[in-house]
């Protein structure tokens, strides 16, 4: 079993940035991969990035170049790095863990989510 609490949305103004964390419980976070999704209203939740086990990384098209992934095993925790932000990334943010490790662009592998964290980007 797997808590995730995620933090760190909050109001910025189009080009700034914004660095979202989510904390694991247990001591098993390191054989997870974990990924970021969002939530805009009236849309279906959307593939933001993901991190493997050995720390490759995976992007949406939309977030490419602007965006980046990262853990610390030894903190239980991910990070998504938010540049350049736009409007129209303007969502909900969940972090997922996902055991599979593979697949990570879609939401059916992953078995954890948090409770998401507000982004709010305005133009």
């Known amino acids: 079993q797997v808590q995730l609490v995620d933090s760190g949305g909050g109001l910025v103004q189009a080009g700034g940035s914004l660095r979202l964390s989510c904390a694991a419980s247990?001591?098993?976070?390191?054989?997870?991969?974990m990924g970021w999704f969002r939530q805009a209203p009236g849309k279906v939740r959307e593939f933001v990035a993901a991190?493997?086990?050995?720390?490759?990384?995976y992007y949406g098209d939309s977030v490419k170049g602007r965006f980046t992934i990262s853990r610390d095993n030894a903190k239980n925790t991910v990070y998504l790095q938010m540049n350049q932000l736009k409007p129209e990334d303007t969502a909900v943010y969940y972090c997922?863990?996902?055991?599979?490790?593979?697949?990570?662009?879609?939401?059916?592998?992953?078995?954890?989510w948090g409770q998401g964290t507000q982004v709010t980007v305005s133009s």
């Open positions: 997922a863990a996902s055991l599979a490790g593979y697949g990570l662009a879609y939401r059916y592998q992953y078995e954890y």
């Open positions: 247990g001591r098993t976070f390191s054989t997870y991969a």
């Open positions: 991190i493997t086990r050995s720390s490759s990384t």
